[in-house]
Structures are given as structure tokens and as C-alpha cells.
């Protein structure tokens, strides 16, 4: 079913909005877009040399799907590079571009309700304690094999909260008119009944 509907889903770090959004898409036959992805691939490559502004000029689609963004490394470099206005420019025209498509859309991001996509037809705002997110992407992260601490991965996202809430370029705080959900004590299956009820009820009226 193509719903017509731009769905933006901002949010925290490992707080569950990227899983949702998936579900979203799949679910109601609509694209999506992991935006944090973007800025990911953009720190990737200047890891590997790149000159940012390059990188996020250059940007393809399909390098989303093959390289391994998920690491630490990558994750504090893509946070670093997302404070570069002229990185931010490119990636913009990028997501509007994506959003800009016949038969709806689904961008999960930092400031997808509040820039990329104001006038979307439906905002959320995901979120969960630093704790109970530490202890998602922890395992996530040894499920991929990598060998890190729990302590390591609460200090990096309680600092990538701090940069991205505190950053004067496009901050992650919630969209006024956004509805807020925090993921601490739910489940992803109970997250998405919630959110789903919110699209239904919307595509009904």
C-alpha cells in the first residue's frame, strides 16, 4: 500500500527509530532513507583520506548498502563531520531529493521533522534512556563482531548526545509538533503497534 504520506522520525542514538522506520517502510511499501547512514559514509571517507565536503558532494546511494558504517570510529567521525555546514548543504539536497518522491517516503534522522522535512505529514521523536541504549548498541556492535566495552559504548553515546543536542547547525531536538515516544520499557513490536495506529489514523482522515 503506497501511503502518500513523509514520515520523518527523529531521535537518539540507538533509541530504536532506524528498526522502526524499516518496519515502517516494508510494512506500508514505501522507501526509506536512514539519513544518520549519510553522514556515516561521508565520516567513513574521510577516515580513508577524503576531503568532506568531497565525500558528501559525491555521494552515492548504492555505498550505503556494502561498507560497514556501524563502528565507533566511523559513528564519532560522522557526528564530526555533520557540524560542517557545507557538508550538511549537499546532504540536504540529497534527503529532499529522496523525500521529494511520489507515494511517500520514510527519513529516520536528527533533524528530519525540524529541516529536511518540516511540513512532513507525520513527526516523531524516539528516544530512550542513555543506559538502555548503550546496552542495545553494545550488543549490536558484538553481534558484528567488534571487541569493545560497555563502558566505551555509554561514554560515546552520552558524548554523541551532547555534540548532536548541542550543535549550532540543525541541533536533534524534537519538532514542536512531533509525537514523542521513549523506547526505554518497550518492546520494537509494541513500539510499532503504537506508531502504527498514529499512520492508520492519519490515512484515514
Known sequence: MKIGLI???DGTAASGKGTIS????QNYSVPHLD???LYRLVGYKVLQGVDP???????RADELKVLDLKTLRVSN????????????AHLLEFQRDFASKPGGAVLDGRDIGTVICPNAHIKFFITAS???RAQRRYKELL???HSISFENVLREIQERDERDSNRKQSPMVPAVDAI???????????VYESVSKIIDSKLEN
Open 180 to 190: 514523542k515516544i521513549d523506547t526505554s520499557d518497550m518492546t520494537i513490536n509494541e
Open 7 to 9: 514520515i520523518a522520525i
Open 53 to 59: 565536503v568531497s565525500a558528501a558532494s559525491q555521494l
Open 77 to 88: 567521525a560522522a557526528s564530526e563531520v555533520a557540524k560542517n555546514p557545507a557538508v550538511r
Open 130 to 132: 542513555p543506559d538502555i
Open 143 to 145: 553481534g558484528l563482531g
Open 22 to 25: 524499516k518496519k515502517i517502510a
Open 35 to 37: 539519513t544518520g547512514l
